[in-house]
């Protein structure tokens, strides 16, 4: 993104804690984010890091009563989504952003039809309002074909148990692009896929978000994922933007200790297996390192780093949280 151009999404300095009996899971520790429009961002991180808590925050998904919100901001199109009414995030969610959620099939209701599931995202869509049943159904058949689905009137009265996994993937993909949108939200789609169908999930996915012109933002464990996927990668520690640039950027001159751990823990499929990796696990959230999170498990880590979180810095484009990178994009000792 340019100076130029305004954010489409803007997260800036989000902190979320989980209510967890008296105490407070931290997890996230001021996330900064943005996609522009049309934009494709990469949000890359190991399981349990924040990916899907920062995203559902952005739709207004998580418990309003079980978790909190100590700072940040999450703009869209300028706009503070925090403060909002549900009935004013409804019609961001029925017209702005769509997502694809992780698990498929907890995103189905198990007790409607494919069909009539669909029919509701079509009503409720801007669009749809003005439509008849008659043109919904047709907008429905058409996104059913358009992710490949052969028979479409067959599987308009399918429940979703009778589809296979990657069938009901499909599904959620249709789902998120049939109406107008202009930011999709794909939060590991294919994780529980065989990797032949998790590629082909990925490339229609791609496919559908250039032909409708939407910004994306993907949510992936894996860094191969997000090179062909993305413009702009993201990465993730415990709950922190901790590296983020222009996607060959991140992996021409990766400056973070845990990028770097994250692109030497990458097994070889022609054999050599994992050269090296990270050590220890993510942090305690109800007890979180006081400096930098990733300073425990850290090659490099100094007292500074234990005592102080560093900020996310801008050099020339490429940002980066670590004392140890200087202003010339450097590493440099402690
Ligand atoms: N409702 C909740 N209450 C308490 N803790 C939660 C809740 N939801 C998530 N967490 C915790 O927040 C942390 C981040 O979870 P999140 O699902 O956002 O991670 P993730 O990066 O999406 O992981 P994955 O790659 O496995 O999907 C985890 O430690 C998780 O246990
Ligand atoms: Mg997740």
């Given at each position: 993104?340019?100076?130029?151009t305004p ?6 300095g989000?902190?979320?804690?989980y209510?967890?009996y008296k105490n407070r899971?931290?997890?996230l520790d001021?996330?900064?984010?943005s996609v522009a ?6 949000l890359?991180?190991?399981?349990g890091c924040?990916k899907?808590?920062t995203?559902k925050?952005?739709l207004?998904l998580l418990?309003r009563?079980?978790c909190?919100i100590p ?13 909002l009414?549900?009935?004013?995030l409804?019609?961001?969610r029925?017209?702005?952003i769509a997502?694809i959620?992780q ?6 209701n198990?007790?409607?039809t494919?069909g009539?599931?669909m029919?509701?995202?079509v009503?409720?869509s801007?669009?749809?309002r003005g439509y ?11 996104a ?5 689905i052969p028979?479409?009137?067959?599987i ?18 249709a789902?998120?692009?049939m109406?107008e949108?202009?930011?999709?939200i794909?939060?590991?789609p294919?994780?529980?896929l065989d990797?032949?169908?998790q590629?082909?999930i ?9 032909q409708?012109g939407?910004?994306l ?7 191969g994922v997000?090179r062909e996927?993305?413009d702009?990668i993201?990465?993730?520690?415990a709950?922190?933007?901790v590296e983020?640039?222009?996607s060959?950027?991140?992996?021409a001159?990766p ?14 499929l022609?054999?050599?297996?994992i ?9 305690d959230?109800?007890a979180?390192?006081?400096g ?6 850290c ?5 500074r780093?234990?005592a102080e979180k560093?900020a ?6 490429h940002?980066v949280?670590c004392f ?5 994009g450097s590493?440099?000792c402690?």
């Amino acid at each position: 993104m340019t100076e130029s151009t305004p954010a489409l999404l803007q997260i800036e300095g989000l902190k979320l804690w989980y209510k967890v009996y008296k105490n407070r899971a931290k997890v996230l520790d001021g996330v900064d984010l943005s996609v522009a429009p049309g934009q494709k961002v990469g949000l890359v991180g190991e399981a349990g890091c924040g990916k899907t808590t920062t995203v559902k925050s952005v739709l207004g998904l998580l418990p309003r009563g079980g978790c909190e919100i100590p700072a940040g901001r999450i703009l869209y199109e300028g706009e503070d989504i925090l403060g909002l009414t549900e009935k004013e995030l409804t019609r961001i969610r029925n017209s702005q952003i769509a997502m694809i959620h992780q698990e498929p099939a907890a995103a189905l209701n198990p007790v409607f039809t494919v069909g009539e599931q669909m029919m509701d995202v079509v009503r409720y869509s801007a669009q749809g309002r003005g439509y008849g049943k008659k043109e919904r159904r047709e907008i429905v058949l058409g996104a059913i074909r358009d992710v490949l689905i052969p028979d479409p009137e067959r599987i308009f009265h399918f429940y979703p148990n009778q589809l296979s996994g990657g069938m009901k993937q499909r599904i959620c993909i249709a789902m998120a692009v049939m109406t107008e949108r202009r930011l999709l939200i794909a939060d590991e789609p294919g994780t529980a896929l065989d990797v032949t169908i998790q590629s082909q999930i990925h490339a229609m996915l791609e496919e559908m978000v250039a032909q409708r012109g939407m910004a994306l933002v993907m949510i992936t464990h894996s860094l191969g994922v997000a090179r062909e996927m993305t413009d702009v990668i993201n990465i993730m520690y415990a709950g922190t933007i901790v590296e983020s640039a222009v996607s060959a950027e991140v992996f021409a001159h990766p400056l973070h200790p845990y990028t770097q751990g994250l692109m030497e823990a990458v097994p070889r499929l022609r054999g050599g297996g994992i050269q090296a990796g990270i050590y220890g696990s993510l942090p305690d959230y109800l007890a979180p390192p006081p400096g930098c999170r990733f300073a425990p498990r850290c090659p490099r880590a100094g007292d500074r780093c234990r005592a102080e979180k560093p900020a996310l810095a801008d050099l020339s484009g490429h940002r980066v949280a670590c004392f140890h990178v200087g202003t010339d994009g450097s590493a440099k000792c402690q």
